[in-house]
């Protein structure tokens, strides 16, 4: 009996994966992600869409008139009496060192000009005014160049009398200045501990930070 040959079997070649075609030069690069950007500090527009000022201001104080050159103190639109204490500040307006400091923080977060180059105690139109008058005037430059404040955060040097009798009606002017809600105004009152100039109740200075965003 004849054997049968056994059969062969086909046999199978594994293909390889095409090798991927390098990359000429007029191929397009991939993508990458884009780069995450500081959007908090850069705005739509190209601006910056925070801004942050400060504002500093001084006063000398002196008798009172007719006894001399002095006004009467006023602090934030509120006039400050103590009995005893007879020195105001010497000012071509009303001499309300916190209402400066509060136009210049406005102006410089802006990057203008500050309060003194644009209302002079030069101008005699200036005699006496009302320092509500240099805020508005800041605060319409915020809303024209296309800001709103955050908050305002300041700080009156006065050795005497305190402010902190009068410190809640200071911040409700405030925020009626600046058309904020009065819980994004704040006001701290210290003492010099009768060091220098403001300690000895022959000046007062005042302090103002504001932050703004874009409108």
Known sequence: MAKSKPTRRPTTTKRAAPKPAARSAS???????????NSC?????????LRIGHGWDLHRLEPIAPAGPGRPLVIGGIKLEEPGFDRGPVARSDGDVLLHAVTDALLGALGMPDIGQLFPDTDERHEGQDSRLFVTAAVERVTRAGYRIVNLDTTV?????????????????LAKMLGVGADRVNIKGKTHERVDAVGESRAVEAHAVVIMERA
């Open 27 to 37: 191929s397009p690069a991939k993508k990458s992600a884009p780069k995450a950007t």
């Open 41 to 49: 500090w850069r705005a739509a527009s190209g601006g910056p869409s």
């Open 157 to 173: 040097v006065l050795q005497r009398p305190k402010i902190g009798p009068v410190k809640e009606r200071i911040r409700m002017n």
